[in-house]
């Protein structure tokens, strides 16, 4: 009797001990994998010093010469402040990740996937444009209110991430393209107060000195330290929100207190070293991955600090591998978010191809169909919408930095206006035409996109293949300089179907469903933007103008040569997608109800997808990467004509040429003759209208 009772009480801290040992193993392999990195870390710089060199500069016994002068003033000044800032950031990113995710309960939830990062930065850059200087504690505070907000709208808007991780990153990535939109055109119109912080929004451990340092060294202990005080917390939240208040926790004040501290986290590494991409991402989905492997360490109180090590490994081992691979010189210029941002990427791509099919995104949204309309609306909506297209042509003739009069055009339309009126309607009707002829092709393969994803918070932009055309873009215009609209039109296209071909290959599993195409676009994206900003730091990192008039979205310059492209691809896609109108119909229903009725589903939504590629393409030659269009025009018209495609798409066309036409007179008119690009405009209207439709439908 005596040893059935004493067995299983040995076996207990024998089994405890065990579990404690691997802990104990899995925390000093990961320290020690960071002190070899951080060893290399101080071994690379321009200055060529090696570790011998450097371990002679640490001996305190060492005599004084110059050589170890040389050698102290490099670790002081540039070696150790760099180290430290990427191992601050990392601890930094990785803690805040942890702590999103567990609150999110979503392994998604990241402080670049819930926008954090990009509120931080704007809020930053818009401080600097209006040439404010800050403290820079007070900036670190500016970075902290930005990134709240932003975090808060988008978990507001998700349910918390409780509506699943499609939801969760439309929102996220939907709330940071506009606040990345309104960055890049502070970026244009503040040039000269805003110099480095193009390369500095993708993230750079490069300092100048320790004080930012151990400025915010102190906060980032404190975060810690509040982290694990909240991780007994966070332990219970695990189990789901009713359990949680059954045991005596304060759902609502955990959630409140911990997306409040991973938000000051997430600031404080936006303050130091710009947003570096998705690193608090990677590291606790690292951690995690471990920690299913390692009894105990699941529990909070050790995975935050583990998920926090991993931060530093992923930031200090980027940077490592960033300037083993570049030349000393380049890899001064080249953020460490680019690593980061590409290595997120994969992570994300590999997290969204584990996703089982269905899901939010798998049927229609609330707000996905419109509501049945009368034909005698239908006729009533085409009129007022061909008024608004001849007003929206006839405005943007007249209006801009000088204003024309009615007369002056028919003068000029009959060859027979004055030089100077003359050259300004010459000047200004391509960029009439491109505005026009860009926002319908937009439009057009927004409403292609959002039926094949059945999500009508889906767009190009979302999904990769506008960035992917905008990377095509910027590779021409930078490498080589005014060749022409079609080899630019030329590597737009072939960018944009590599993208879409990449995207949809990685989003198969047992079939691509709509789930998966939306979360493998949004890293593929994240992976295309990545690349754009390693080209434009690594070729011309001090002129940065052309590439961001391309990712602003702007008709500046444009040739009459330059809108033939877009023409012509509108010409085709038009009636393709009218005679496929049918089957569009099919497929924005479910998975099944197309096969039943004959449709080749996965041919169908692959010549379709293809087809809206080709048209992002277009429209970026015309008026580069502009944000929205594709998302407000097709469920603006989906509200005023119905679901039926054959009747949605041609009013999707009309406001999508009427929006993007609005917004660039609005953008050479209101601050004349300073010129706001009309991707700022876009991106005003846009957001606000998303931001509503997320409202609208966050109980669908």
Known sequence: MTSTITAPTVARPRAEHRRTSRVAAVFAGTVVLLAVLAAVHLTQGTARLGAGELLHALLPWAHPDGDRAEAVAVLVT???????????????????????QSVARNTLASPDTLAVNAGAYVAVVAVAAFGVSLPFLLNGLTA?????????????????????????????SAVALALNSLTVVLLMLFSQNTVGLYAWGSGTTVQSGGHQVRMTAPLVAAGLLLVLLLAHRLDVLALGDDPARVLGVDVRRTRVLAVTVAVLLAATAVTVAGPIGFAGLCAPVIARLIARRVPGLGAHLLLLPFAALAGAIVVVGADVLLRAVLPADAAISVPTGVVTSLAGATVLVWLARGLRDGGPAAAPARGAHGSVRSRGWIVTVGVVLAVALVAAFVAALLFGDRLVLLGDV?????????RTVGFVLDQRLPRVLAALLGGAALALAGAIVQAVCRNPLAEPGLLGVTPGAGAGAVTVALLLPGLGVWPTMAAATVAALATFALVYRLAAGRGPAP???????????????ALTTLLVVVVSPWNTSAALTWLAGSTYGRTTGQVIPVALVLLAAMPL?????????????DEDVPRVLGVPLSRARLAFLALAAVLTAAAACAVGALAFVGLVAPHAARALTGAKHARSVPVAVALGAVLVSVADTLGRTVLAPTQLAAGLVTAMIGAPYFVWLLWRSRTA
């Open 410 to 418: 028919a003068n000029w339309w009959q060859g027979r206006a004055g």
């Open 577 to 589: 997608t009218l005679a496929g109108a049918r089957t569009l119909d099919l497929i924005a229903l």
């Open 144 to 172: 902290f209110a930005g990134g709240l907000l932003a975090a808060g709208l988008v978990l507001l808007v998700s349910r918390g991430g409780a509506a699943g991780p499609t939801r969760l990153l439309l929102a996220g």
């Open 78 to 100: 540039s070696r150790l402040p760099r180290l430290a800032a990427a191992l601050l950031v990392g601890i930094a990113a990785g803690i805040a990740g942890g702590v999103l």
């Open 515 to 529: 789930d998966r195409i939306v979360l493998v676009g949004i890293g593929v994206s994240a992976a295309a933007t």
